[in-house]
């Protein structure tokens, strides 16, 4: 097996894993913010539903996503009627699927990120003049942008190897949606040595790169520097 016949799965597992962590870099930002400035009755409740992801086995995750996003789903149904839009066995459903596993690792780091910042800071140049958006982008967002950039990475390095749950909603179907985490399960189950093992050297690779620049970007890391 050479490498030639790994890359659409490689090929595959990135656009996946970026598709997923731009739906998280939007969301968790938005949602990590407002956890971490905002108060509201159900907060911490709200905090708890999104950590699930953290402790749910994968197929009950993809399970969920089955259920909301397939045809007799709530999301699912209006999808397709409305935009004729189906998600099961595609890739883009492989990459909601990878998102709403994800979706803790950029929202904790997030949170705590924001709440780390100095409101000092903030109040500071506040009472110079600057409107709430422009403290936000010049003020809290570039004190918080270290620990946000690792849950990112952490977001996406998780994103490349997730399974269970992409398996359940997208399926295994080479050149579509099996991505590498798959290719190795279907390698292994025919007995394909060769090829798992040069899969999983490819995805091992890239997570201890990803996972090593993330551990440089940790905010315990750099308060001791």
């Known amino acids: 097996m ?6 659409p799965a ?11 962590t731009a739906i998280n870099i939007i969301l968790g930002i938005t949602i990590g913010f407002l956890l971490a400035r905002k108060r509201f009755p159900g907060r911490e409740l709200l905090d708890t539903v999104l950590t ?16 909301l996003l397939g045809k007799r ?51 500071a140049a506040r009472i110079l003049g600057l409107p709430e958006a422009a403290v936000f982008w010049r003020i809290t967002l570039p004190l918080a942008w270290r620990g946000i950039l690792a849950g990112i990475l952490l977001t996406f390095a998780r994103a490349l190897g997730e399974f269970g749950a992409t398996l359940m909603v997208a ?9 590498l985490s798959i290719a190795i399960y279907e390698a292994v189950q025919a007995g394909q040595d ?9 995805t091992s690779i890239v997570c201890v790169a990803v996972l090593l620049s993330a551990g440089k970007l940790a905010p315990g890391r750099i308060a001791h520097r």
């Not at 490689?10 to 996946?16: G, I, P, Q, R, T």
């Not at 086995?57 to 996503?65: F, I, Q, S």
């Not at 789903?73 to 935009?83: D, F, H």
């Not at 399926?171 to 991505?179: L, N, W, Y």
Request: cysteine-free; hydrophobic content about 55%.
């Open 2 to 7: 050479d490498f030639a016949n790994t890359l």
């Open 10 to 20: 490689f090929y595959l597992s990135l656009k996946v894993a970026f598709t997923a």
């Open 52 to 67: 699930l992801p953290m402790v749910l086995p994968p197929t009950v995750m993809g399970y969920y996503l089955l259920v």
């Open 73 to 123: 789903g709530v999301i699912g149904q209006w999808l397709e009627s409305a935009l004729d839009i189906r998600l099961i066995f595609t890739w883009q459903g492989a990459a909601i699927a990878a998102a709403a596993v994800t979706f803790p690792l950029i929202v904790k780091p997030t949170r705590a990120a924001f709440e780390g910042v100095n409101p000092q800071l903030e109040q």
């Open 171 to 179: 399926g295994s179907i080479p050149g579509k949606t099996q991505t």
């Open 194 to 202: 060769d090829t798992a093992n040069l899969l999983v050297l490819i």
